[in-house]
């Protein structure tokens, strides 16, 4: 399977909101990081799944949370560039492309 490289702000945004969910419900932080992982293997499976948008990168939405994973397909590796919160501003983490 291809491999995975996670931008640094990407996976603060995912301990931050494995941290939101942990106090809001006990254990809810610990689905969300199931959440991700398995959400990690539909993409590593099929990453050209989901269509390029128009900054270059894909998207592929997250069943149980609220939250997408932005991701750019390369030929050797998938890059996630975000863990992002649906109703933030949308792709305000495009400036991290040239940041990998």
């Known amino acids: 399977m291809i491999p995975l490289r996670i931008h640094r702000a990407a996976e603060t945004e995912f301990w931050e909101a494995v941290a939101y969910y942990e106090e809001k419900i006990p254990g809810l932080g610990l689905d969300f990081i199931e959440e991700i992982e398995r959400s990690f293997e539909v993409i590593r499976s099929d990453p050209s ?5 128009d900054h270059g990168a894909r998207r592929y939405n997250i069943d149980r949370f609220p939250y997408y994973i932005a991701y750019l397909d390369f030929p050797d590796h998938l890059w996630v560039v975000a ?3 649906g109703r933030r501003l949308p792709e305000y983490w495009t400036e991290r492309f040239d940041q990998e």
């Not at 799944?49 to 948008?53: A, S």
Request: overall charge positive; glycine content about 0%; charged content about 40%.
């Open 83 to 85: 863990i992002a919160h």
């Open 49 to 53: 799944r989901w269509r390029i948008r």
